[in-house]
């Protein structure tokens, strides 16, 4: 199954089973909401995927790859899941390497960050929607 399929069709159940652990005051008012759903994950992409994880590309190349990641995915994972530290719990924080690195496969098979942007808004948005309707 292709991977971006597999990533979609992973994610609703994945809210579900989260939405109760997220505070749903994270995402009040529509700044929050677009912030969390848009902008977030548009950045993120842009610096990680696009900046790091490119950079990286360049220096070390992405043809060695073990268990199937390439050490420029890893690392931008890693960098990815600690800047999240700044803002979640660790345990939350240490989670977010799966998703990136779901999100650097993306990136490097399709040669651009608009395939690992799209997903990760679309991860951000079914969280929030999952996070409201656990009200």
């Known amino acids: 199954m292709n991977l971006l399929l597999a990533a979609t069709l992973a994610a609703p159940p994945v809210w579900w089973a989260l939405a109760p652990w997220?505070?749903?005051?994270?995402?009040?008012?529509a700044?929050?909401?677009?912030?969390a759903a848009l902008l977030y994950p548009l950045?993120?992409?842009l610096s990680f995927r696009g900046l790091l994880q490119g950079w990286l590309l360049d220096r070390l190349g992405g043809w060695h790859r073990y268990g199937g990641i390439s050490l420029p995915n890893l690392l931008t994972s890693l960098a990815f899941s600690g800047a999240h530290l700044a803002t979640q719990p660790v345990?939350?924080?240490a989670a977010m390497v799966v998703p990136s690195l779901v999100f650097g496969h993306l990136r490097e098979r399709h040669g651009s960050v608009l395939p690992p942007m799209a997903l990760h808004i679309y991860y951000n948005s079914g969280l929030i929607l999952f996070v409201e309707l656990a009200q």
């Open 91 to 93: 345990l939350w924080a």
């Open 22 to 29: 997220v505070a749903a005051d994270r995402f009040t008012g």
């Open 43 to 45: 950045l993120e992409e």
């Open 31 to 35: 700044a929050a909401l677009l912030s």
